[in-house]
């Protein structure tokens, strides 16, 4: 069986959330019973993002293969239940890499090796193989139309409107149609230009989905309609909304499924969307906040820690909550203790999240201790578990000078080191420890009770680890490792028995939790934060009272 095509291009500027419409329009296809697929094209010339800095390219999304991707992904992966890996994400570096290999090889058998043919072919090579055994392949292609390092890819997908017809294809262009406050009114010139350009490549999109702060109303979507040369209802209002996950309810609203379903001549069961519904309905109506500190690095760049925001959000819907986070960067805690405790004493649970390099690490070792000594829910991920073991180590342990050796080459107690350093592989980008690994959970353990699972699988992403040498002195002291590889030979969880809810973790969970299925970890450190905060606030409620009804109080004046 091969797949129908739904193709999914941007126009007038970047940051239009194509990668969301896609999601989005895949959540509303499986809704009709169908099985999709998804997979994004990123035009720029790196092999893949792992190497990019987070501040320029936000998140880097962990598949189960260990793929290091675009954080369009994991909208993905939210939104549908598709299985991502590395197929689904190509970069025109990843393409030209393999091409010149072969080149090398000499499979183009004397050959010129061109754009066209043998990049369109590969491009269109890897569209068919996401497209196995699936109903409906959704391909993004990112940047905006007109781009030069976008064409190979416009290209292919004109040639697979060609090769496959128009009932196998469809195209889906998403614009901007702003409202102009000068002129009171929302305009279309720009969104006429865009298809202009994308029609002197050779497509002429079928569905415009028109980002907009307001309703369009019908007599503009007919003025579009009639200039980009697409039929009346074509032309959808995608408005802004305040949750990600009400953009396909607003899809569905606009009839965007039964429109591709039409185009591609597809018989599908009625939509079901109720799960979806709830969820909204949810994150509309929660019955309370819940506070969380994010300490980090790129604290500045919410797109850096994407999924990990989801994932809280998830888990605070799970309890019908708000969640409110407070960004905290590391390296302002730094100077003070008064600082860290004015600073971190708003939240309910302080959580430190995966990060690379030095920057700040002192600070979130403030903000570790903080946790553990006054028994504030602490969620360590990755640098964050390292980070956990670090200040044990130092504050607990008395190992003056701990540290990991990413941090400093020199330390007297390497906690965490390169394990793998011993085993001589050393390239950039070449060295991590990607994708999913099984872990086994410790019997009697907050994680276990968490898991209610002895095996879990987590994807990962990263170079250090925990230093078993250290084992010994640190479990003596209370710390208790609960999840290590089924060999033993790497600690991936962490915890503190005597504290009400501290954990740390290797992995990165945030990569597996969906709004309709919160990760279980995410879920508990969230209810546990918002159990700690809401007794703190009873606390001060009652200690207010008690001190206005003292009776000497009362009795001074
Ligand atoms: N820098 C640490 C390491 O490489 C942590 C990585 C992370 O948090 N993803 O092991």
Known sequence: MSAKYIFVTGGVVSSLGKGLAAASIGCLLESRGLKVNLMKFDPYLNVDPGTMSPFQHGEVFVTDDGAETDLDLGHYERFTHAKLSKDNNWTTGRLYEQIILKERRGDYLGKTVQVIPHVTNEIKAAMKKVGQDVDIALVEIGGTIGDIESLPFIEAIRQMRQELGREHTLFVHVTLVPFIAAAGELKTKPTQHSVKELLSVGIQPDILLCRTDRFIPKEMKQKIALFCN?????????????????????????????????????????????????LVHRVYNPKDEVHIGIVGKYVEYEDSYKSLKEALVHGALAHNLKLVVNWVEAEGLESGDQTVQSQLEANDGILVPGGFGKRGIEGMLKAIRYARENNVPYFGICLGMQTACIEFARNVCGLTGANSSEFDQSTPHRVIYKLRELRGVEELGGTMRLGAWTCKIEPDTLAYRIYQTPEISERHRHRYEFNREYEETMTAAGLRISGSSPDGTYVEMVELPNHPHFIGCQFHPEFKSKPLEPHPLFQSFVGASYEHGHTRREQRKAATVEMFHRPEHVTRH
């Open 230 to 278: 697409v039929e009346d209802p074509a032309v959808i209002t995608a408005m802004d909304v305040a949750s990600i996950y009400e953009v396909p309810l607003g899809f569905a609203k606009e009839g965007v499924d039964n429109l591709a379903l039409k185009y591609l001549h597809i018989n599908a069961r009625d939509r079901d969307m109720a799960k979806w519904e709830e």
